[in-house]
């Protein structure tokens, strides 16, 4: 069994993110009785007591601000730090831009393993069992570790959150400031799609090459917009956004963002594996798709057969008139 | 300069869902029939990378080294058509079934045995195992900087500059070289090689080496020396119920799906 759990938390505008918490939660489900949580960056320190309502028993923090553009020799450093004090036989990271580069980085330092963007990890008998999704998600394969501590990225989303304790609180401890890092930073720049978020979104709705050319993105919209533009947003599949029809930044899938929406609805994607790896844990999908032998009715409970020129406008007047 | 690029022979990721196979008892995947393996899609665009470099330096060389089976020769050929200069092959029974962490060791000893190397080039993730780990293991076993999933590169002088794609932007780094970039589908097209560029690459040759020209041990490589155990490979399970919306027209389908969403309460 996994005693110590280590969780390489992130801040989002100087606050624990919802990723963070998830990770929280699987160290407990793996068993761990000593869960610490390393935060760096402005606003660690104040982003603590979440981390322990989110089920941390320790957290290490480090409020140096140089820390919030993450670079991974900076990071790296200071999460070796907390793996001194902590000891952990397993160490959690998010799938993301810090997690993807660190994972990698302290396993190699602590000559370990590391198991990348999993779904599930478990404890099996004492032994740490991580299940990612491989071959472009048409396979699923379960690891174990040869080595301690076990390193684990997990997906977002694809673990829940503690039920939170209010007013829990346990001890505190310092993480280092940042050292020196051969990286600079030149610029940087956010890209931030006007209005709801494609990962907060209840409802998405995604275009393929099958749109034909970018204007097939507009009928795309006005459906997301007939179902509510406080609820819906717009996703794409990487064939489109290569195509420059969409921006990279609403790309679902493997290489994309990971959605896990009330409702999916695909136009005119195909349903490669790839792209299912980013939406397949939406709780309803629907395919508009004008070939009945597309992968993705694979994967929909409904699905409407028809060239998308005709459905989704259709479909956009039907949800306007059922309002 | 010397650019490395590192290519993966990996089977064809767009071969369809019903032709994916794996055999369970032996944890590996089913080459699907007549579907040829193919260099992995984000290691062309790695390569493509170098070769940008290399035009706008003038004066460079590209080795493209591939970790596998003699087969992995076809990889290496089309990187060389691409515009690489010269290919190695890292061959031995006892590289297989490895993990990140041996693939990484043999591909690290095979450009600190190369020597006078400025900049790795890597895919992002090698397209089977979606692992995103080689280039950064290479990285910390060569002492060196890098820069992963990027979508452009550029070098001034000893400082290469990195257009790295974010979740939710992008960012330019800059590192001194020696470096390590992954290489990101953002990046755009690979070149597509010429007939000409074809016929010259096949005769080029590979020189291979093996685990005791790269002065490893068979205890360290391959399955031996992974640090992950795979347990257990499998296709997960697909409900595959879909319930298609009837009508003769694209109203009567859209109101029928109105209607079924309404009932599942999604709507
Ligand atoms: C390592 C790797 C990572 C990848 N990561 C991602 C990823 O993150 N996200 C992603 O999406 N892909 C990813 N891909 C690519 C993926 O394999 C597919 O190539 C891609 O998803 C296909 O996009 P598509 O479905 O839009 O296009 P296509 O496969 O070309 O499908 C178009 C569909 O539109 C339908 N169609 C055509 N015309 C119409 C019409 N008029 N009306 C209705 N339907 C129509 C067609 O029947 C077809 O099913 C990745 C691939 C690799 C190898
Ligand atoms: N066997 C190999 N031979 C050459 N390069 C490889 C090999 N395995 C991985 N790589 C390189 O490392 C990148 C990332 O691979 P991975 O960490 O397995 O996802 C690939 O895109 C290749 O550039």
Known sequence: MASNALVVGELAEGELNATTLELIGAASRLGASNITVALLGGGASGAASKAFEGGATKVLTSDDASYDEFRGDQWVAAVQNAVEQASPDVILLAQSHVGRELAPRLAFRLDTGAAMDCLNVEDDGGAVKATRSVYGGNAMATYSFVTSPAIVTVRAKAQDPLEPNAGASGETGELPGASDSRTTIAGREIVEAAGLQLQDASIVVSGGRGLGAPEGFQVVEELAKALGADRAAVGASRAACDLGWYPPSQQVGLTGKVVTPDLYIAVA?????????????????????????????????????????????ALTEAIKAAK | ??????????????????????????????????????????????????????????????????????????????????????????????????????????????????????????????????????????????????????????????QLSVERVLEDGYETAQAPLPAVVTVSNEFGEPRYPKLQQIMQAARKTVTTWTAADLGLDAAEVGEAGSRLRLEKLFIPEKEGKVELMEGDTATEKAQALVKALQGAKVL
């Not at chain 1, 792209?275 to 004008?290: D, E, F, L, Q, R």
């Open chain 1, 269 to 313: 994607i195909s349903g490669a594996s790839q792209h299912m790896a980013g939406c397949s844990g939406a709780k309803t999908i629907v395919a508009i798709n004008k070939d009945p032998e597309a992968n993705i009715f694979q994967f929909a409970r409904y699905g409407i057969v028809g060239d998308y020129k005709e459905m989704v406008p």
């Open chain 2, 1 to 158: 300069m010397h650019f490395v690029v590192c290519a993966k022979q990996i089977p064809d990721p767009e071969t369809p869902p019903s032709a994916f196979k794996i055999d369970p008892q032996k944890n590996e995947v089913i080459p699907a029939q007549g579907i040829a393996p193919v260099l992995s899609q984000f290691d062309s665009i790695a390569a493509e990378a170098a070769l940008r470099l290399k035009e706008a330096a003038g004066d460079s060389k590209i080795t493209v080294i591939s970790m596998g089976a003699e087969s992995a020769q076809a990889a290496i050929k089309q990187v060389l058509a691409m515009g690489a200069d010269e290919g190695l092959l890292l061959n031995d029974p006892a590289f297989t079934k490895g993990d990140p962490h041996t693939t990484a060791k043999v591909l690290t000893a095979a450009v600190q045995k190369l020597g006078d190397v400025d900049a790795v080039f890597c895919g992002r993730q090698a397209a089977d195992w979606d692992w995103g780990q080689t280039g950064l293991l290479m990285a910390e076993g060569l002492g060196w900087p890098s820069a992963i999933i990027a979508k452009g590169v550029a070098l001034d002088g000893q």
